[in-house]
Nanobody
Framework: VQLQASGGGLVQAGGSLRLSCAAS???????????MGWFRQAPGKEREFVAA????????YYADSVKGRFTVSRDNAKNTMYLQMNSLRPEDTGVYYC?????????????????????WGQGTLVTVSS
């Protein structure tokens, strides 16, 4: 599976961006992939969890810092998942990565860690100015 993240850019605080993650090599369905998530890495910091889907897509998970502002979604027909980011803050600045768990199961107790994810996109830079 190859993942291509896009949609990053420079935005003022309070603005919005929508990130996309397009997959090739495997279709998105509950029978082909497991957990699907977004992570980010701020300058000088470790990569951290942002948001994720369960295998079926019926359950979503968010870091406390983005709850109510970010929304994950996916379009299985387009093999693409999205991260809609609203009310952006300077502390949201970082490189955003999409990730997919290869086997078609998802251990939700680990969904907020990097361990389930086998495939990672190259990252897209989001810069929020104050």
């Amino acid at each position: 599976v190859q993942l291509q993240a896009s949609g990053g850019g420079l935005v003022q605080a309070g603005g919005s961006l929508r990130l996309s993650c397009a997959a090739s090599g495997r279709t998105f369905s509950r029978n082909t992939v497991g957990c699907m998530g977004w992570f980010r890495q701020a300058p000088g910091k470790e990569r951290e969890f942002v948001a994720a889907f369960s295998r079926s897509g019926s359950a979503t998970y968010y870091a406390d810092s983005v709850k109510g502002r970010f929304t994950v979604s996916r379009d299985n027909a387009k093999n693409t998942m999205y991260l809609q980011m609203n009310s952006l803050r300077p502390e949201d600045t970082g490189v955003y990565y999409c990730a997919v768990d290869g086997p078609p199961f998802c251990i939700t107790s680990t969904i907020e860690t990097e361990s389930p994810y086998d495939y990672w996109g190259q990252g897209t830079l989001v810069t929020v100015s104050s």
